[in-house]
């Protein structure tokens, strides 16, 4: 006789079970952001911050459209915290080449430092844990997260890496 405890519930559309999952998105996120939290305060930054910071340094030369379209945020929004990041020193803005209205934006080595410390923690604890799950577990996790996001954003991590490319 098998320990039903220890298999895994088919039942797993069922309230308890959609609220668990919903729980644990939200304890994985706290402790997913909670060091990058702490560093940010250190440089008067929030989350915007982060986002802003880790989506220039994944695709340098990005225009601010693009931006704009990966963090569904205003104008207005995005505006705020990337003047102050061009302010501070740790992104830059630079013409089109072809269409002299763009703005690309690259994150300046201050910036790519920072980067690197929001990144590093996230980068091992995510490690962690798949390394802990194994790679079927691994793959079952990016086809939830790939069904969390909206339709005309799946087609971004259709590449090896997702967005960015195969980095």
Do not use: C, W
């Amino acid at each position: 006789m098998t320990d039903s405890k220890s298999q895994p519930n088919p039942l797993f559309l069922r309230d308890d079970e959609l609220r668990q999952g919903i729980e644990m998105l939200f304890f994985g996120y706290r402790d997913f952001t909670a060091k990058a939290d702490q560093t940010l305060a250190a440089y008067d930054f929030g989350r915007a911050h982060h986002r802003v910071i880790y989506f220039v340094g994944r695709n340098p030369g990005m225009t601010v459209s693009d931006l704009l379209d990966i963090l569904k945020i205003t104008k207005q929004s995005l505006s705020r915290v990337l003047s102050q990041l061009v302010r501070e020193g740790f992104i830059v803005q630079k013409p089109g080449t072809t269409d002299r209205r763009q703005r690309l934006l690259s994150l300046t080595e201050k910036g790519a430092e920072l980067e690197r410390k929001l990144t590093e923690d996230q980068r091992a604890l995510v490690a962690k844990a798949y390394k802990a799950a194994g790679a079927e577990a691994v793959e079952g996790f990016k086809k939830v997260l790939l069904g969390l996001v909206n339709e005309e954003d799946r087609a971004r991590f259709r590449g090896p890496a997702g967005p960015g490319g195969g980095r």
